[in-house]
C-alpha cells in the first residue's frame, strides 16, 4: 500500500486564500502541516519554490504547487469526495465563481486599505454589489451555495465572510447582504472546518492587519 503524500502549505497568517485550502483540507479530513512566513521578510528559500513570490504554496512531498486555484483543484482531485459537482457545466460554473471571489477578497482589501471617504465608499460600494451578485446564484434551497452539501466554492467563500464578520463587529461596516446570503454565511462560519482552518488568534492579528494599512476605516 503506497504511503500518504507529505502535505505542507506555505503562507501567512492572515492570508484568504491559503485559508480556502485548509478548510478543503479539513473537510476531506487528509492530513497536512501550515508553515507560516513573514510576507515582508519571506525566508530565501521561498523564492525557489514560488516563482510569483507570492503565497500560498502546496508542498506535495516537497514539490511545490502554486496559485490557490490550482493548488484546489489539485487536492480535490487527488483526495475524496470530490467537493465539485459532478455536472461538469455546474463544475465549471463553480470554477467561475470562485474565481468572482479573488475579485471580492480584492475589494474587500482595497475597502480596508483605504485612504479617505471617497475611496472608502467606492471600495465598498463595489463589494457590495459584487456580494449581491454573487447572491442572486444562491441556491433557493440552501445553507450553502448550492443546496445542502458544502462544496468547494463555499471553501472559497467562507475566508471572505469570516472576514467581513469582524469587520462588521469591531468597526461597524455592514455590507446589507441578503437573508440568503446571511444564512449562507452564517453557516460556513458554524462548520468546525471553516473554524479551525485560522490560527487560535486570528482575530487578533487580523485586527492588527487592518490597524497596519492605517485606512480610513480606523477613523470611521
Same mark, same amino acid.
Given at each position: ?7 505542507? =502549505? ?15 483540507? $479539513? ?10 512566513? $513573514? ?6 528559500? @521561498? ?17 511545490? !504547487? ?16 470530490? =467537493? ?8 465549471? /460554473? ?14 474587500? @482589501?482595497?475597502?480596508? %486599505? ?5 475611496? @472608502? ?9 459584487? =456580494? ?5 446564484? =444562491? ?24 472576514? !467581513? ?12 447582504? %441578503?437573508?440568503?446570503? /446571511? ?38
Amino acid at each position: 500500500m503506497s504511503q500518504p503524500n507529505k502535505l505542507e =502549505l506555505v503562507s501567512f497568517k492572515v492570508c484568504p486564500f491559503v485559508q480556502r485550502s485548509v478548510i478543503a483540507l $479539513n473537510e476531506k479530513g487528509v492530513a497536512y502541516t501550515l508553515t507560516h512566513i $513573514n510576507p515582508h521578510e519571506p525566508p530565501d528559500w @521561498f523564492s525557489a519554490i514560488s516563482p510569483l513570490g507570492k503565497v500560498p504554496v502546496l508542498l506535495v512531498d516537497g514539490k511545490p !504547487l502554486f496559485e490557490s486555484a490550482v493548488i484546489l483543484e489539485y487536492l480535490d482531485e487527488v483526495y475524496p469526495p470530490s =467537493l465539485h459537482p459532478a455536472d461538469p457545466l455546474q463544475k465549471a /460554473q463553480h470554477r467561475a465563481w470562485v474565481e468572482f471571489c479573488s475579485e471580492l477578497v480584492t475589494r474587500q @482589501f482595497h475597502m480596508l %486599505s483605504a485612504k479617505d471617504a471617497a475611496a @472608502f465608499d467606492e471600495a465598498y460600494d463595489s463589494l457590495r454589489n459584487g =456580494l449581491q451578485r454573487v447572491g442572486g446564484e =444562491l441556491a433557493a434551497a440552501g445553507p450553502f451555495f448550492a443546496g445542502s452539501s458544502l462544496q468547494l466554492v463555499d471553501c472559497v467563500y467562507a475566508p471572505l465572510f469570516m472576514r !467581513l464578520a469582524l469587520v462588521k463587529k469591531h468597526f461597524g461596516v455592514d455590507l446589507q447582504m %441578503s437573508e440568503r446570503m /446571511q444564512v449562507w454565511s452564517d453557516a460556513l462560519l458554524a462548520q468546525e472546518a471553516v473554524k479551525t482552518s485560522v490560527v487560535e488568534d486570528f482575530e487578533d492579528v487580523f485586527l492588527n492587519f487592518v490597524k497596519m494599512r492605517e485606512g480610513y476605516l480606523l477613523e470611521r
